[in-house]
Structures are given as structure tokens and as C-alpha cells.
DNA sequence: TCTGGGGTCCTAGGACCC
DNA sequence: TCTGGGGTCCTAGGACCC
């Protein structure tokens, strides 16, 4: 029998710092967003405390204090560098993986129900074991269900992490259809107006009325429920179609010399990481918003290139008149990012007919080695803001423990 | 009164996910 | 005072074609 299984990591942001800092165990733990704004990651003892996901920092200061919840800023260059290692250990097993997000990994497998069990605490001792990260797993005939068997793992003390789910009929009439995969907000109220509440109220429903009133995902999904894979772990090395750089910033900006050169370094770090993962773009847009909870304001322009390109300085020059255009009507602003859309393979890249700008390739293979040779002391270009991180703002963030050697755990024998 | 019909392509916006 | 960031996919509607 075919099955999917979703390797879900445990309260992964809060279990990779309990890695390297063990009086976080048993202790409540959330880790904040980047400019301390809101609740990211919770374990399960702030979970108890009612906790909710995104809960901003301002309001819960307080009650932090009072529970002694241990709060920290995200450290993603760590969490980034668990992932990998996570899933390196899950791909020892050998079956065909989707890494869905950077606690979550697909994988497709076929076994009796018993067997699976057992392959399920294997990768789940393994995982444990070598990286030090608990997971929970889950296994069902589809994806949509994998990930329901997932959150029973979880919530299932008897399960130890790993559960089959077979028989759905009873269990369905229990669970709401907001717990699906691929029902959101919006599609959880349209559906409950018209009385469907639980997930076996979504599955009885004629599938050509949800196509109509929904669209042609409601209907996979639905299949997919009733244990029909709609969805496939994709068969190759896929590469991103769009990148995106974005931050709010510490206040309002209205000195726009300084957003342009923070939009500018923003630029030229977007395009080092096209160029580390062989990629280049066609395309290149930026988008600007003013305060969200005051006013309304956005600024938003793209541009469609010729060519494909990963330089920074043609980027750049495509840039400016992007830029220029927010100039003709600006507002103040607080939060800024830039995006490439059209990615492409820059080993597949196609030739252009018409006169490109000078890439300057062995220029940017330098400059990048340098700056990661000596990451204190960057390279950048002119136009980029000298200390982008004054205009942003970070504070409780745990060490580079495995991604620096200045950083790496202190242990005291 | 009454104003074609059928097709493709592109994009902005909206929904979802973590 | 203070509210994250990075992605994907689908669809309606407009522009354009004959």
C-alpha cells in the first residue's frame, strides 16, 4: 500500500535553541519576529499559558514577565542551518522527500501498517538522535492526510510521535474543517455559512457545487481527504520562481536618500543569494507601506527584464527608475522590500539578441568570496546604506552556534 | 427593444501555506 | 511608543486576435 508521511519538526524555532541552551527544556519559550514585533514560535508550556501565534510583544510583555516566559529573538541562521541537518538525516533513509518548509518534510513510502510504525520511530530516534530534534510523524494515503495524521502524533501521548491514520469516518465528524490543510480563514467562514462545519460535512458535499462556489484546490483537497492523491511530491529539483527581501523597520522613514540606499543593500543581498543558489532573475519590483495599523499607503513597481542577471550593479541600474517613481508621491514609511520574480537557471540561461549590460561575472564571484572570507567587514557597493541594521531592530537573539566560528557554544568542564 | 462570438494571453489580487 | 517574513497557486477580467 502507498502511503505519504509529513515529518513535522516539534516547536522547531523553540527546540533548535533547547539544543544549545538546555535550561530552556520544561521552561515556557516563545521566540519573537524579526524587530521583536510579534509571537513566532511557542513551546508547549507557553502554548499552556494561552500564548496565541502572533500575539504581539508590546501586549504580552507583562504577562511574559509574570509567567517567566524566556523570550527570544529569532535566530534563523541557526534555525536555517538545524533544518539542513535535519533533513540530510531524513534523506539517509532513502525515499522520495519533498522538504515543504523548514520544519516539515514530505516523504512517500509503502508498507503494512505495522511496518511503517517501526519506520516511523526509526527516523524519529534518528532525527533525535543525531540532530537533537523531536519530531512528530505522520502517516496516511495523502498528503492532506498526512498532515492531520501529523497533528494526531502530536496531540496523541499514546502515539509516541508516530501514527497511522486509516479508518477517518468516525474521527472526521470531530474535526473541523478549518484543521484542513489548505483551509484558511476566509474559505473556513464562506464553507461554515452554508452549514459545513466538520471536516465529514466538507466530504459529503458535491464536488461540482465546490468547484463553482470555491474553486478547483477545494476539490482537491476534498478528494484528497477521502484518501485520492491529488497532490504529488514533485519529482525534481525544483528551484524558487520568486525571492523577496522585506523588513519593517524600527520607525516611520521619510528621509528617502536613506530608504533608497536601505532598498539598495537590500537589492545587493537578495542578489548574492541568487547567485549562491545559481540562480538569476527577470525580473526585479519593489514595494513600500507605510504604517499598517495608521494609514494605508503603498508603493508598488516592477520591472520585466530582457535578459536574466544575478549582477548586483545591473540590477541596480534597472532599480533607480523604480525607485524615482515613489518620489513623485512618497508618504512615510515603515516597512520596505524588494523581490525577484522569473527566476531562472543560470546554468540554462538563454541567449539574448539584443545588447546586454556587462555582467561583470568574475567581479561578482569576487566579491562574494571576500565577503564570505571576512563576513565583519562586508564589500558593498557605494550606494548601499553603510549600517542597514540601525533602521531595523533585534535584541534577545541566541548565538551563530553552528554558522560562526565567533560564536560557536562555550562549555565549561 | 435589439449592437457577434470564440479564443488566448497576461496580470492583479486574493487565497493559502509555513 | 511597540503588531513578521517568505513563498505558491488560482482565477476573474481586461486586452487583444480573427
Redesign the pocket.
Known amino acids: 500500500m502507498n502511503y505519504y508521511a509529513l515529518i513535522d519538526c516539534n516547536n522547531f524555532f523553540v527546540s533548535c535553541e533547547r539544543i544549545f541552551n538546555p535550561k530552556l527544556v520544561n521552561k515556557p519559550v516563545v521566540i519573537l ?3 521583536d ?2 509571537v ?1 514560535a511557542r513551546s508547549n508550556e507557553a502554548k499552556k499559558l494561552n500564548i496565541p501565534m ?1 500575539a ?1 510583544f ?1 501586549k504580552y510583555e507583562s504577562y511574559f514577565f509574570l509567567h517567566q516566559v524566556h523570550v527570544l529573538s529569532g535566530n534563523h541562521a541557526l534555525y536555517a542551518d538545524i533544518s539542513r541537518r535535519v533533513f540530510l538525516t531524513l534523506e539517509e533513509f532513502s525515499y522520495p522527500i519533498e522538504i515543504y ?1 523548514v ?2 518534510a514530505f516523504i512517500q513510502i509503502s508498507g503494512s501498517i505495522d511496518s511503517l510504525v517501526e519506520i516511523g520511530k526509526a527516523i524519529k530516534e534518528k532525527i533525535y538522535q543525531w540532530v537533537g530534534i523531536p519530531v512528530s510523524i505522520g502517516f496516511a494515503k495523502t498528503k492532506t492526510l498526512s ?1 492531520i495524521a501529523s497533528e494526531l502524533a502530536k496531540k496523541n501521548s499514546s502515539s509516541n510521535g508516530v501514527y497511522v491514520l486509516e479508518e477517518t469516518t468516525f474521527l472526521f465528524k470531530s474535526l473541523f474543517i478549518q484543521d484542513v ?8 467562514e464562506k464553507l461554515n455559512s452554508f452549514g459545513i462545519i466538520t471536516i465529514f460535512d466538507f466530504i459529503k458535499e458535491d464536488p461540482n457545487w465546490i468547484k463553482n462556489a470555491f ?3 477545494l476539490v482537491r483537497t476534498q478528494l484528497e481527504l477521502q484518501g485520492i492523491p491529488c497532490i504529488e511530491i514533485p519529482n525534481h529539483e525544483d528551484y ?9 523597520l524600527k ?1 516611520d522613514y521619510e528621509d528617502q536618500k536613506e530608504i533608497y540606499s536601505l532598498l539598495i543593500s537590500f537589492l545587493s543581498k537578495l542578489s548574492t543569494k541568487l547567485r549562491s543558489k545559481k540562480l538569476e532573475t527577470e525580473g526585479v519590483g519593489l514595494f513600500l507601506y507605510g ?1 499598517r ?1 495608521k494609514d494605508r499607503s503603498s508603493f508598488h513597481a516592477y520591472r ?1 527584464l530582457d535578459f536574466s542577471t544575478n549582477t548586483t550593479s545591473v540590477l541596480i541600474q534597472f532599480f533607480k527608475p523604480l525607485f524615482e517613481k515613489f518620489k513623485n508621491d512618497p508618504f512615510p514609511v515603515k ?1 520596505v ?1 524588494i523581490y525577484f520574480f522569473d527566476l531562472k537557471l543560470a546554468t540554462e540561461k538563454q541567449l539574448c539578441l539584443l545588447k546586454i549590460p556587462d555582467e561583470k561575472k568574475d567581479l561578482m564571484k569576487t566579491i562574494d568570496a571576500i565577503n564570505k572570507k571576512f563576513p565583519q567587514s562586508k564589500l558593498r557597493y557605494g550606494s548601499e546604506a553603510v549600517d542597514p541594521y540601525k533602521m531595523l531592530s533585534k535584541k534577545n537573539s541566541s548565538s551563530l552556534y553552528t554558522t560562526s566560528f565567533q560564536e560557536l557554544l562555550t562549555i565549561r568542564i
Open positions: 519576529s524579526n524587530n514585533g510579534c513566532v502572533g504581539p508590546f518548509s520544519d516539515e498532515k490543510w489548505g483551509i484558511g480563514k476566509k474559505y473556513k474553486n478547483i484546490l524558487p520562481k520568486s525571492m523577496v527581501h522585506s523588513r519593517s520607525k504604517n495599523f520585466q516597512r522590500g
